[in-house]
């Protein structure tokens, strides 16, 4: 035989039940005899919990109570034949009154005894069982209604009574023989006490009913079906990609539910494990997914770790004093205490020193335990043996379970490098002696995050997500964000990344979700549901929504958004940036945002701001990281003067070319900014410092391409007059280069520390002599490449290449 268990969303409504139903038949149509055990309706037990306790208080609670009855009869009239409905409802009917004439009673003593609360939630369990067992009765006649309080027997330790096995095991055993031919409805959740009295398991207790009754009856399996796809890696109303693990051992899916998983209810393993019985958890909305198998062995796993778990609340409570922790005793008084009084300890770190124990405990425990341990170690205090007990609150336990961790070395570097990256601080650790678990203690704010990050270390081959909160929708932005709409499906297939857009804002709009603004559309939606714009606002909320894996993006010209560079690595947040600004100021300026960056642990990318798209900050970084020296590095770095110059050829003037690379769109509106030298300058700086010069921008020698005329200028007008007039210049530099046989280029160079950018003539052994169009081009003469240098050369302007260097830097964090 097997026992199905439905919990409270299989039996919530008329539609789940009508689910419910056609699983149940299908296993009694297969022969598996199965035994099924019901929780209430979902939210009937929290909300009788509420009806008792109002009632304690003389609140009204006639339409909780009509509203009850509601739920249940409609289920009656939509899935029982009307000619059987009368029966069901009379009895429903006089379930709903006792449980009136209960309340009554509690509301004119004014007064809710823990034994009254069970028997008051009771009748949510007695009243869905009854009720599905005469739905179930037109198809299958011998369906049957039991009340599990005549068979589990407990303490009296209501709300969380203890079973007590023998008698309980004997009086399932007679149920064996006297309904062996029954479909029986079980309740789950309660049972009674030696007078009879009711008494509940503690919450979700109805998994341990299942359990119970399938171990005395040897069944061949305990289902568990509710509604997700099994026991997932982590909760999945925290963690969305979280999934479904296919086997699990009684030991790990005891630990993960210990530490919150609430899909099973932790005692439910014992009485399965000690008679080797599978619990499968299965989904009633998908009945063809075969979910989780919770067995002896753990079985092969492609992770190191089956799941992860929480316990949002916590609180926890340090104590301390070199005259007592350490001593033999102290601790087994102090948990002897605290077992006594029924105060759940949920996890205990001691210190390398053992000054000090750091347990945790339920928040409504806390004062209480302070109180016990204030009473019981009244002498130890008053002689400051001990200092006074401290609590911490607002705390979450975080845990990562499985049974393959002994056998990975690095877990828990692995768990406290995804925490550190992401800026979360870990109060304290501690690790279960059979290397089962590891469980951290967080500030409550940070679980979500936590909870993503760690889940994204572990499960690595799963996708990562990235969340890009983006300033500037320019030319770069917004090809950028078109970029990722398009590679959007490749991404997540090839390379398991999936980037969400959580943030965009220009100058005068921001917009935010952290499910993905949808890019096929930003503008629209930007547009109409923005908000007004403010940098500061747009930071704040970014840092303030605290998302894993988190990138700022600055597609801005601006010098603003770089003056929060380093707040934002302080944050535990990644920089990418086509941005020059922020690595051009003074020294001081991009060596303190450097070793922020370094510091917090994130990353700051900036492959755009030399040559677009193409390699060259990389290919700098990696030839300094395998411990290459860097001996010249020689470049022309402007797509505009490289233009100018490659056609300033043949009959062409100088002036003509100017006006015509003007007209094509490839200068900016004052050609000077670009003949100027200055964003070549910047370029040429950044490579130095890469290449680990401390050079201010000042002591970079900028050779003039201009005579001072035009540059004085003051108008651009005036500054093509006065470039007709300089023609006379220009062609006395291209006919004495063209009777060299040389051409004309605008070449930075580093050498020695030092960077000059001049104009030069350069013959045809010379790697720049064939530069064409607007093309950027760069030389490396290294230790390793001297002979030949290492060239990397390519369009160095443009919208397309720019945002695609954006992208790519943006795949890289944090990989
Ligand atoms: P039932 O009413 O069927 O007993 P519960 O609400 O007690 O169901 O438990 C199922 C819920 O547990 C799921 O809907 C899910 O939101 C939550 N849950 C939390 N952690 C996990 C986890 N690791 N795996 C699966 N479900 C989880
Ligand atoms: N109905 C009970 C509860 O909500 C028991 C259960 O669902 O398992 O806690
Ligand atoms: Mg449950």
Same mark, same amino acid.
């Given at each position: 035989?097997?026992?199905?268990?439905?919990?409270?969303?299989?039996?919530?409504?008329?539609?789940?039940?009508?689910? *419910?139903?056609?699983?149940?038949?299908?296993?009694?149509?297969?022969?598996?005899?199965?035994?099924?055990?019901?929780?209430? @309706?979902?939210?009937?037990?929290?909300?009788?919990?509420?009806?008792?306790?109002?009632?304690?208080?003389?609140?009204?609670?006639?339409?909780?109570?009509?509203?009850?009855?509601?739920?249940?009869?409609?289920?009656?009239?939509?899935?029982?034949?009307?000619?059987?409905?009368?029966?069901?409802?009379?009895?429903?009917?006089?379930?709903?009154?006792?449980?009136?004439?209960?309340?009554?009673?509690?509301?004119?003593?004014?007064?809710?005894?823990?034994?009254?609360?069970? /028997?008051?939630?009771?009748?949510?369990?007695?009243?869905?069982?009854?009720?599905?067992?005469?739905?179930?009765?037109?198809?299958?006649?011998?369906?049957?209604?039991?009340?599990? &309080?005549?068979?589990?027997?407990?303490?009296?330790?209501?709300?969380?009574?203890?079973?007590?096995?023998?008698?309980?095991?004997?009086?399932?055993?007679?149920?064996?023989?006297?309904?062996?031919?029954?479909?029986?409805?079980?309740?789950?959740?309660?049972?009674?006490?030696?007078?009879?009295?009711?008494?509940?398991?503690?919450?979700?207790?109805?998994?341990?009913?299942?359990?119970?009754?399938?171990?005395? /009856?040897?069944?061949?399996?305990?289902?568990?079906?509710?509604?997700?796809?099994?026991?997932?890696?982590?909760?999945?109303?925290?963690?969305?990609?979280?999934?479904?693990?296919?086997?699990?051992?009684?030991?790990?899916? @005891?630990?993960?539910?210990?530490?919150?998983?609430?899909?099973?209810?932790?005692?439910? @393993?014992?009485?399965?494990?000690?008679?080797?019985?599978?619990?499968?958890?299965?989904?009633?909305?998908?009945?063809?997914?075969?979910?989780?198998?919770?067995?002896?062995?753990?079985?092969?796993?492609?992770?190191?770790?089956?799941?992860?778990?929480?316990?949002?609340?916590?609180?926890?409570?340090?104590?301390?004093?070199?005259?007592?922790?350490?001593?033999?005793?102290?601790?087994?008084?102090?948990?002897?205490?605290?077992?006594?009084?029924?105060?759940? *300890?949920?996890?205990?770190?001691? &210190?390398?020193?053992?000054?000090?124990?750091?347990?945790?405990?339920?928040?409504?425990?806390?004062?209480?335990?302070?109180?016990?341990?204030?009473?019981?170690?009244?002498?130890?205090?008053?002689?400051?043996?001990?200092?006074?007990?401290?609590?911490?609150?607002?705390? &979450?336990?975080?845990?990562?379970?499985?049974?393959?961790?002994?056998?990975? !070395?690095?877990?828990?570097?692995?768990?406290?490098?995804?925490?550190?990256?992401?800026?979360?601080?870990?109060?304290?650790?501690?690790?279960?002696?059979?290397?089962?678990?590891?469980?951290?203690?967080?500030?409550?704010?940070?679980?979500?995050?936590?909870?993503?990050?760690?889940?994204?270390?572990?499960?690595?081959?799963?996708?990562?997500?990235?969340?890009?909160?983006?300033?500037?929708?320019?030319?770069?932005?917004?090809?950028?964000?078109?970029?990722?709409?398009?590679?959007?499906?490749?991404?997540?297939?090839?390379?398991?990344?999936?980037?969400?857009?959580?943030?965009? &804002?220009?100058?005068?709009?921001?917009?935010?979700?952290?499910?993905?603004?949808?890019?096929?559309?930003?503008?629209?939606?930007?547009?109409?549901?923005?908000?007004?714009?403010?940098?500061?606002?747009?930071?704040?909320?970014?840092?303030?929504?605290?998302?894993?894996?988190?990138?700022?993006?600055?597609?801005?010209?601006?010098?603003?958004?770089?003056?929060?560079?380093?707040?934002?690595?302080?944050?535990?947040?990644?920089?990418?940036?086509?941005?020059?600004?922020?690595?051009?100021?003074?020294?001081?300026?991009?060596?303190?945002?450097?070793?922020?960056?370094?510091?917090?642990?994130?990353?700051?990318?900036?492959?755009?701001?030399?040559?677009?798209?193409?390699?060259?900050?990389?290919?700098?970084?990696?030839?300094?990281?395998?411990?290459?020296?860097?001996?010249?590095?020689?470049?022309?770095?402007?797509?505009?003067?490289?233009?100018?110059?490659?056609?300033?050829?043949?009959?062409?003037?100088?002036?003509?070319?100017?006006?015509?690379?003007?007209?094509?769109?490839?200068?900016?509106?004052?050609?000077?900014?670009?003949?100027?030298?200055?964003?070549?300058?910047?370029?040429?700086?950044?490579?130095?410092?890469?290449?680990?010069?401390?050079?201010?921008?000042?002591?970079?020698?900028?050779?003039?391409?201009?005579?001072?005329?035009?540059?004085?200028?003051?108008?651009?007008?005036?500054?093509?007059?006065?470039?007709?007039?300089?023609?006379?210049?220009?062609?006395?530099?291209?006919?004495?280069?063209?009777?060299?046989?040389?051409?004309?280029?605008?070449?930075?160079?580093?050498?020695?520390?030092?960077?000059?950018?001049?104009?030069?003539? *350069?013959?045809?052994?010379?790697?720049?002599?064939?530069?064409?169009?607007?093309?950027?081009?760069?030389?490396?003469?290294?230790?390793?490449?001297?002979?030949?240098?290492?060239?990397?050369?390519? !369009?160095?302007?443009?919208?397309?290449?720019?945002?695609?260097?954006?992208?790519?830097?943006?795949?890289?964090?944090?990989?």
């Amino acid at each position: 035989m097997k026992v199905l268990k439905f919990g409270g969303t299989s039996v919530g409504t008329v539609e789940s039940i009508g689910a *419910v139903l056609d699983i149940v038949k299908k296993a009694y149509d297969a022969g598996e005899r199965p035994l099924v055990v019901l929780s209430a @309706m979902s939210g009937v037990t929290n909300l009788l919990t509420k009806m008792a306790e109002n009632a304690a208080e003389r609140i009204a609670f006639d339409d909780d109570l009509k509203f009850l009855e509601e739920r249940h009869f409609d289920v009656v009239k939509k899935l029982i034949a009307v000619k059987f409905q009368n029966p069901v409802f009379t009895k429903l009917k006089l379930m709903l009154n006792e449980l009136e004439e209960i309340l009554q009673g509690v509301s004119s003593l004014k007064e809710l005894s823990a034994q009254s609360k069970d /028997l008051i939630v009771s009748f949510g369990e007695r009243l869905s069982n009854y009720m599905v067992s005469k739905v179930m009765e037109q198809y299958i006649a011998n369906a049957l209604f039991l009340d599990a &309080s005549h068979y589990i027997k407990t303490d009296s330790n209501f709300g969380n009574a203890y079973v007590q096995e023998d008698i309980t095991q004997q009086l399932i055993q007679s149920l064996g023989h006297t309904h062996a031919d029954k479909l029986l409805f079980v309740t789950g959740f309660i049972g009674s006490n030696e007078k009879g009295r009711i008494t509940t398991l503690g919450r979700g207790g109805s998994d341990y009913t299942a359990a119970i009754f399938g171990a005395v /009856l040897n069944a061949s399996a305990i289902e568990i079906w509710t509604d997700v796809n099994g026991m997932l890696t982590a909760d999945p109303r925290i963690v969305k990609k979280a999934f479904s693990q296919p086997i699990l051992s009684y030991t790990e899916a @005891m630990e993960l539910s210990y530490f919150g998983a609430k899909v099973i209810y932790p005692p439910t @393993m014992i009485p399965a494990f000690l008679k080797k019985i599978p619990i499968v958890i299965r989904n009633t909305f998908e009945p063809d997914f075969t979910g989780t198998v919770i067995q002896f062995e753990s079985g092969k796993s492609a992770f190191p770790i089956k799941g992860i778990s929480s316990i949002s609340d916590i609180s926890v409570i340090n104590l301390s004093g070199s005259g007592m922790i350490g001593k033999s005793g102290f601790s087994g008084r102090l948990f002897t205490l605290l077992a006594r009084e029924q105060i759940n *300890v949920v996890l205990i770190t001691q &210190s390398s020193s053992e000054h000090s124990i750091t347990f945790a405990v339920h928040p409504s425990d806390a004062a209480k335990a302070v109180k016990l341990i204030e009473a019981e170690f009244e002498l130890e205090l008053e002689a400051n043996k001990l200092t006074v007990p401290t609590v911490e609150e607002d705390l &979450s336990v975080l845990a990562i379970v499985g049974e393959n961790m002994k056998r990975t !070395p690095g877990m828990s570097g692995r768990l406290f490098y995804a925490l550190g990256r992401n800026g979360i601080n870990v109060r304290a650790i501690a690790q279960g002696s059979s290397e089962l678990n590891i469980s951290v203690i967080i500030g409550k704010e940070n679980l979500s995050k936590a909870l993503n990050a760690v889940h994204d270390a572990f499960f690595a081959q799963l996708k990562k997500t990235l969340y890009v909160f983006n300033v500037g929708t320019g030319n770069i932005g917004s090809t950028l964000f078109r970029q990722i709409h398009e590679q959007h499906d490749f991404l997540l297939d090839n390379n398991d990344i999936e980037i969400k857009v959580a943030g965009i &804002s220009n100058s005068r709009k921001m917009l935010f979700d952290v499910n993905g603004i949808d890019l096929s559309n930003w503008n629209d939606v930007l547009e109409s549901n923005g908000e007004v714009a403010d940098l500061s606002t747009f930071i704040d909320r970014m840092k303030a929504m605290n998302l894993p894996n988190c990138v700022f993006v600055d597609n801005t010209a601006s010098k603003l958004p770089s003056t929060y560079y380093e707040d934002i690595f302080r944050s535990n947040i990644s920089v990418v940036t086509c941005n020059k600004i922020a690595n051009s100021g003074t020294y001081e300026q991009y060596k303190s945002l450097h070793d922020t960056a370094r510091k917090h642990g994130v990353d700051f990318f900036y492959e755009t701001n030399v040559g677009a798209g193409l390699p060259i900050v990389r290919v700098l970084k990696d030839l300094m990281l395998s411990g290459d020296r860097i001996v010249k590095i020689e470049a022309i770095l402007s797509g505009t003067i490289s233009y100018i110059f490659n056609n300033f050829v043949g009959d062409a003037s100088f002036y003509e070319v100017v006006k015509n690379a003007q007209a094509l769109g490839y200068t900016e509106p004052d050609p000077r900014d670009d003949l100027g030298g200055i964003d070549f300058m910047r370029k040429m700086l950044i490579l130095a410092r890469d290449a680990g010069h401390a050079i201010e921008p000042t002591a970079v020698d900028l050779g003039p391409i201009l005579p001072q005329a035009c540059l004085q200028a003051t108008s651009v007008d005036d500054f093509y007059a006065e470039l007709l007039k300089a023609d006379q210049y220009f062609n006395a530099l291209k006919e004495k280069a063209e009777s060299e046989n040389k051409v004309i280029r605008y070449i930075g160079k580093l050498e020695d520390g030092h960077v000059a950018i001049a104009l030069e003539m *350069v013959d045809e052994m010379h790697p720049f002599y064939s530069l064409s169009g607007s093309d950027n081009i760069i030389s490396f003469t290294t230790e390793r490449y001297k002979e030949r240098p290492l060239v990397v050369k390519g !369009p160095g302007a443009g919208a397309e290449v720019t945002a695609a260097g954006v992208f790519a830097d943006l795949v890289n964090v944090g990989a």
